[in-house]
């Protein structure tokens, strides 16, 4: 049972700091409809980025995560210029930044897979420093922090005029040009925010987790449709803008609690790719089928 609540912890705590990737892959699957594979190139960036700012040039971690997130900016940023200069269709656009990045992600680290930092001081090994508890409860704790700053910040943003703006290109495209609003820049801005919140969500995972790994992103966007799908399913009564962004931390933690139960029952952690499409496939799926279903139970068998 001990090994059970343990593996519960842990999956919490990596719930929520990848809570914050999801709310960016949030912006654009949900507000822009753009399902952005640069999330999964980014995602890495941010945790090498990290990573090397904090072993090789000994900055401060903070500092460091900072970096973490213009870096994912950067990535986003040209995601959203081909996409919008260029006019590259955004899915394709995401897998040509994401491939390249792949490569770049292997330079930051000197062409090494795997960047250790076990020795080194992050966010996270400060804090437990400096508060005396374990290493769940203090990435655990960071994690919620950043994730309630991030939820804060980003109502705040969406109800500015730049931020509607970007909401409404996501519903209707051709009425938002049509007022004046130059819609390249509002998906430019979407894609740029988006992957600063995915880079500093590695960053952090890279703190926590003490290494940055090249791969460490893979399947990340995957994680976040099936999160975002997961908490709409379990919080869809609230309708607010502020409790669909919790929803998707929510999403998050609630995906890594049933991976962490799943093998804990003994499945192959090689199938956990499986497992992970099959989560998604069952996400997307259970709320057409519920809504067939009302649609089918609203008519009676004469019609009326």
Not at 35 to 49: M, P, R
Request: proline share 1%; glycine share 12%.
């Amino acid at each position: 049972m001990s090994g059970l609540m343990i593996s519960l912890q842990d999956a919490v705590v990596q719930g929520v700091l990848w809570g914050i990737m999801v709310l960016g892959v949030y912006i654009t699957y949900k507000l822009l409809d753009i399902a952005d594979l640069t999330v999964d190139g980014s995602f890495a960036l941010g945790g090498c980025v990290c990573a090397v700012m904090v072993l090789v040039f000994k900055m401060d971690p903070w500092i460091a995560l900072l970096i973490a997130g213009i870096a994912g900016m950067a990535a986003g940023a040209i995601t959203g210029l081909l996409h919008t200069v260029f006019e590259i269709p955004a899915i394709l656009a995401g897998i040509l930044t994401q491939i390249g990045l792949w490569s770049i992600n292997l330079r930051i680290m000197g062409g090494k897979s795997n960047v250790p930092l076990l020795k080194t001081d992050t966010i996270v090994s400060k804090f437990i420093d400096a508060t005396g508890i374990n290493k769940q409860a203090g990435a655990l704790m960071i994690g919620v922090g950043f994730a309630v700053v991030m939820i804060v910040l980003l109502y705040w943003f969406f109800g500015t005029e730049i931020g509607s703006a970007m909401r409404a290109t996501g519903n209707n495209e051709a009425m938002v040009r049509a007022l004046g609003v130059n819609t390249n820049w509002t998906k430019l801005l979407a894609l740029t925010i988006s992957n600063g919140l995915v880079g500093i969500s590695g960053g952090l995972v890279c703190q926590s987790q003490k290494y940055a790994d090249i791969g460490m992103g893979t399947g990340a966007i995957v994680i976040g449709l099936a999160a975002i799908v997961i908490g709409e399913v379990l919080m869809g009564k609230l309708r607010s803008f502020g409790s669909k962004l919790a929803s998707a931390v929510v999403g998050a933690v609630i995906y890594f609690v049933i991976r962490a139960v799943v093998l804990r029952m003994g499945m192959n952690a090689n199938d956990m790719k499986l497992l992970s499409a099959a989560i998604v496939a069952v996400a997307l799926c259970v709320p057409v089928v519920i809504r067939k279903w009302r649609l089918k139970a609203a008519y009676t068998e004469g019609g009326e």
